[in-house]
């Protein structure tokens, strides 16, 4: 089977049912790392030692009698088949990390058909499951992804320490391997000057804070992706409690923040989000940022009821659809920032256009 | 009872042996004992042979073999694990472990390093299934052990008897 399902769409069947608090939170994600064992980490390994991974775990996956039912449809593709941009497509699907789509060597990726798993091969370690939920469910996800953990183990021996846990090619991922993470929108709170003070109050709990691409990416349209840091020493379901608990009093911080906004400011909050609507629904030339720095106020009108006649979904589908890979895989050609200026600016009023017309 | 082999001192030790599922007692005072040579018997601590020198002798019924990818030290002083050959040095240096057995050639400088990370270095979550009957006779094991070392302690000597034989059989069990 070709790319061309996992490309031609921006969002994922997954993201198209709605979550539980998916106002404010977009997807719950957790991903597992496990290792076979008596073979060197990724790092170290020769290029027939990673091939070997590569087999067996495809291997595992294809001829086994009972396939995992999420994984019925399950495609394999190997990193090495696919141009840049479509690896690129699939980073900003956050269906691979940036590490797998650049540096692995002998990468692969099993996909589920809804998008909602995908186990990265020879990335940073020889296993990575990862599924994504939309809301916040880490819970679920985490049960998802710990069933396909059980059924890949009947068939791959995993590198496991009764004192350490499942051994990982990076000491901060030892224990259970497990990095639950939500992808979380606070606009409220960064228009009222809040985020400054809940982050610091995050990290003291043992949660990290970063942009939606992961370490060291930027914060775009105020969406950040929390994820727990310890991985040692605590159970998983103590790890995505712990997680859940907090992203729940974010969640409810966040809602005091749109409330307080449209209780004393309600016509400025309804013309900024609106002037942002008007900006997407009308330029010819927009920077990616700008761009998602709108997509956020107008997101946020809908999700107050201040913007009428767009869906919700429509803004997480450009919020993929403007980024640089997707643009140019749209296009069908590589282009300059300046062409996928003009080109985001298009794809944005068209995508709005036909929104339009048909509510 | 006074001691059977002297008939004069009272008999303040008692044995049970049991060989091939026969059972002897033996009744002894500490002087006829330790002329038996029987003086290395728990609850006689004054034979040079102390309770716990006993207790790790009676503990460690395999003799530890050596794990699999220590760590030796190189020609430049730095520790290296002898599986995929990755120093330390080079660790501190990538963040990241070449393999599963860098774990056990590091443990005693990653300990503290884990501690700080995690603020534990104990795995206390999910096991894989294929571990988890291997993992269910260790921690039986321990648990063993620790009731023979009471038992040894409280001078029950035919119930320790009976739990060391339950401790090789497990073990016996573990190699397999």
Redesign the interface.
């Known amino acids: 089977m070709s790319l061309e399902h996992f490309m031609r769409k921006a969002i994922s069947e997954w993201m198209r049912v709605k979550g539980p608090q998916s106002d404010i939170v977009f997807s719950s994600r957790v991903r597992i790392a496990r290792n076979l064992r008596g073979l060197p980490f990724p790092m170290l390994a020769t290029a027939s030692q990673a091939e070997e991974v590569a087999r067996r775990v495809e291997e595992a996956v294809r001829n086994a009698a009972n396939r995992h039912p999420l994984l019925q449809d399950a495609v394999f593709v190997k990193m090495n088949d696919l141009t840049d941009l479509e690896r690129r497509v699939l980073v900003e699907k956050h269906l691979i990390s940036p590490m797998l789509a650049e540096e692995s060597r002998h990468g692969a990726v099993i996909l589920s058909r809804d998008e909602s798993v995908s186990i990265m091969i020879n990335e940073e370690d020889h296993i990575r499951i990862q599924v994504l939920y939309p809301g916040l469910q880490p819970e679920k996800a985490w049960e998802a992804a710990s069933s396909i953990d059980d059924w890949l183990e009947q068939y791959l021996p995993f590198a496991f320490d009764e004192d350490t846990g499942y051994l990982t090619s990076c000491p901060t991922n030892v224990g259970t391997g497990i990095r639950s993470s939500v992808m979380v929108h606070l606009p409220a709170l960064a228009m009222t000057q809040q985020l400054g003070r809940l982050f610091p109050a995050i990290t003291q709990v043992g949660l990290a804070v970063r942009g939606i691409y992961g370490e060291g990416s930027e914060a775009l349209g105020q969406l950040y992706q929390v994820s727990n840091q310890v991985t040692l020493g605590q159970s998983e379901e103590e790890i995505i409690d712990n997680l859940q608990g907090v992203v729940r009093q974010m969640i409810e911080h966040e809602q005091a923040a749109r409330r307080k906004l449209l209780e004393l400011s309600r016509v400025q909050l309804d013309d900024r989000v609106h002037r942002s609507y008007g900006i997407l629904a009308h330029s010819r030339i927009i920077d990616s940022k700008e761009a998602m720095m709108r997509l956020s106020d107008v997101r946020l009108g809908i999700d107050l009821g201040l913007i009428r006649g767009v869906s919700a979904n429509v803004m997480n589908e450009l919020m993929v659809m403007t980024q640089p890979g997707f643009l140019q895989q749209y296009a069908g050609q590589r282009l300059s920032a300046e062409q996928r200026d003009v080109r985001r600016a298009k794809l944005i009023r068209e995508r709005l256009e036909l929104e339009r017309q048909s509510s | 009872m006074l001691c059977p082999e002297c008939g004069k001192r009272p008999a303040t030790l008692h044995y049970t042996k049991i060989v091939n599922g026969i059972k002897t007692e033996l009744h002894l005072c500490e002087f006829c004992a330790q002329e038996k040579g029987l003086d290395y018997m728990p609850g006689f601590e004054s034979g040079g042979f102390s309770f716990h020198q006993l207790l790790s002798g009676l503990l460690n019924l395999d003799p530890p073999s050596g794990p699999k990818g220590r760590a030796v030290r190189d020609g430049q002083g730095s520790f290296r694990c002898t599986t ?3 120093t330390y040095n080079q660790f501190s240096k ?7 057995d860098c ?2 050639a590091f443990r005693d400088r ?1 300990e503290p ?2 501690r700080r ?15 988890l009957g291997e ?1 269910k006779i ?1 921690r039986q094991l321990e648990k063993l052990k620790h009731e023979l070392a009471l038992r040894i302690q409280a001078e029950e000597f035919e119930e320790a008897a009976r739990l060391r034989d339950r401790i090789r059989e497990l073990q016996q069990r573990l190699k397999q």
Do not use: Q
Request: aromatic fraction near 6%; include cysteine; glycine fraction near 16%.
């Open positions: 995929c050959g990755l990538v963040g990241r472990f070449g393999c599963a774990y056990k990653l390093l884990l990370i995690h603020g534990h270095s104990t795995h206390r979550g999910k096991i894989p299934s294929r571990n993992i260790r």
